[in-house]
């Protein structure tokens, strides 16, 4: 079996490529990056390392992706995974990439009859919904009250049943636009599909930065020195997110290319859940307890894209494949403090800032 895994130098993809290998000597695993991300360059001698086969390509070119050779299963793990892409620019390349790139990936796995795992995003829910709960301050976070309830969402967060009308910009109208064409794919192809709505992923050889991977960004400037600020919502810190260890999703993953023809056609919300969610002002101080404290900075303007509160509801997932997170944050957070410090020199150039960082927890 040939696994293409698109995006396969990325956090997740690479991830997810040394896990199979780590659990599947004879799989054929091939990882697909055009290296956009900084960072993403490090997970080549890993990759080469562990016997994983690279291919320096672009999603955004259907020769590019024929020239990766035939497969049999498609993880597409590519992206531009910015929800600030677009914003005050031209939105080219995220939709080049994020609608045009799935399509590119989606022909290819049809020439090939392939199966199909997409990383969604929690992004496809509409902005104004998500601004629109009704969040109550409890600590240095918000949360949605005990038994307040609505379409889609609850006290236990957000399921794929919340309405989607509305405006969630250009990342997540490319992935919900992306997820229309695998759904036509499967019903007019017969494809075997599956969509994963996924809320925050992080863990090591995340390259963390201002405008996505939070968890990791907050962690290296506590590890390595430099200054933070609390962007958006008033500038307290009090915005909320689930955090996945990247290493649950893929036990998710496992389960779901153990049988993907059961699943096919699934769309899941999937990631830490309410026991995994944190705000920044609760990450700091988890941060200050392993690393000590450094300057935070207070911002109250919020940006276009960003949302107060997401914690997904795991109960249609949990139910369908019998899958719930097993990491807890504070193993994911000693497994990401123990990242940086091993790899310091390594990680520093691209991880390490003296300059102001204002960061607010995005996908
Ligand atoms: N990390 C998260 O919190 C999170 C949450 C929800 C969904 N996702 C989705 O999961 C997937 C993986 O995200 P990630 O966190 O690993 O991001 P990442 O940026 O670390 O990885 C994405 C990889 O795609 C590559 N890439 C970008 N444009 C490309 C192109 N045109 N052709 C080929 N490769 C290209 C990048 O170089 C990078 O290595 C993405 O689809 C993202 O939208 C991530």
């Given at each position: 079996?040939?696994?293409l895994?698109t995006g396969g ?23 697909f990056d055009n290296l956009r ?18 291919v320096h390509g672009d999603i955004r070119s259907d020769d590019d992706v024929a020239g990766a050779g035939?497969?049999?299963?498609l993880?597409e793990?590519s992206a531009e ?11 080219a390349y995220?939709l080049q990439t994020n609608l045009g790139g799935t399509i590119n990936c989606l022909e290819a796995a049809?020439r ?252």
């Amino acid at each position: 079996m040939r696994i293409l895994i698109t995006g396969g130098a990325g956090f997740v993809g690479s991830s997810l490529a040394l896990m199979l290998r780590r659990d599947h000597a004879n799989l054929d695993i091939c990882a697909f990056d055009n290296l956009r991300r900084r960072g993403s360059e490090l997970a080549l001698g890993r990759l080469q390392l562990h016997g994983v086969s690279f291919v320096h390509g672009d999603i955004r070119s259907d020769d590019d992706v024929a020239g990766a050779g035939a497969f049999d299963l498609l993880l597409e793990c590519s992206a531009e995974p910015s929800v600030h892409a677009g914003y005050g620019g031209s939105p080219a390349y995220v939709l080049q990439t994020n609608l045009g790139g799935t399509i590119n990936c989606l022909e290819a796995a049809r020439r090939h009859h392939a199966g199909v795992i997409f990383l969604s995003t929690s992004r496809v829910y509409p902005i104004a919904g998500l601004r629109g709960l009704p969040l109550e301050r409890r600590g240095h976070r918000l949360d949605i009250p005990d038994g307040a309830s609505g379409l889609g969402w609850s006290a236990s967060g957000i399921a794929a049943e919340f309405p989607l009308s509305g405006s969630r910009s250009m990342y997540g109208a490319t992935k919900l636009a992306s997820e229309l064409l695998i759904e036509e794919y499967r019903a007019m192809y017969g494809l075997r599909t599956i969509v994963n709505r996924c809320g925050v992923i992080s863990g090591p050889w995340q390259m963390g930065k201002v405008d996505q991977g939070f968890l990791v960004l907050w962690a290296a400037r506590h590890a390595y020195g430099g200054r933070l600020s609390y962007t958006g919502f008033g500038g307290e810190g009090l915005q909320v997110r689930d955090v996945l260890h990247v290493a649950d999703l893929y036990d998710l993953i496992s389960i779901q290319m153990a049988d993907i023809l059961k699943f096919s056609g699934s769309v899941y919300n999937v990631g830490g859940g309410h026991a995994r969610s944190v705000s920044l002002a609760e990450l700091t101080a988890m941060c200050q307890a392993r690393a000590g404290a450094i300057p935070i900075e207070s911002n109250p303007a919020t940006s276009d894209a960003d949302v107060p509160y997401y914690v997904t509801d795991n109960t249609a997932v949990t139910a369908s494949t019998g899958w719930t997170p097993t990491r807890n944050l504070d193993m994911l957070l000693d497994d990401v403090f123990a990242w940086l410090r091993e790899h310091r020199v390594t990680l520093e150039p691209v991880l390490g800032s003296p300059s102001p960082a204002s960061a607010a927890a995005i996908t």
